[in-house]
């Protein structure tokens, strides 16, 4: 049974920087895709960042440029690298990871694996960024 564990959250000005770590254990994916997710309170779950067993990558757009998706494979270690964080960014953010990739050939078109889509979570870690 895979799991994941998130580290590095806490709380930081406006402007500053945090990493965000995620082991994983007790996988055995050829292919597999890891991400980030986070929700505020009163809001839906959003993927932030996603990154495959190739290293093809995904961001949500108010975070293109700030943050960095990464992994180190002879850890089982995700990061993610957060800079010029803003107060928007405030949320608990969850690591996931499930085998496959992360998107989805439907016919002709591709989309993203949604949240739904992966089976296995970590418990969170809070980030707040505060004025």
């Known amino acids: 049974q895979p799991q994941v564990a998130e580290s590095g959250g806490g709380s930081v000005q406006s402007g500053g920087s945090l990493k965000l770590s995620c082991a994983a254990s007790g996988f055995r994916y050829i292919g597999y895709c890891m991400g980030w997710f986070r929700q505020s309170p009163g809001k839906e779950r959003e993927g932030v960042a996603v990154?495959?067993?190739?290293?093809?990558?995904w961001y949500l757009d108010s975070v293109k440029g700030r943050f960095t998706i990464s992994q180190d494979n002879t850890k089982n270690t995700l990061y993610l690298q957060m800079n010029s964080l803003k107060p928007e960014d405030t949320a608990m953010y969850f690591c996931a990871l499930d085998g496959g990739g992360c998107w989805i050939q439907v016919g002709r078109d591709r989309r993203r694996r949604g949240s739904h889509e992966y089976n296995y979570w970590g418990q969170g870690t809070q980030v707040t960024v505060s004025n």
């Open positions: 990154i495959s067993s190739t290293n093809g990558t």
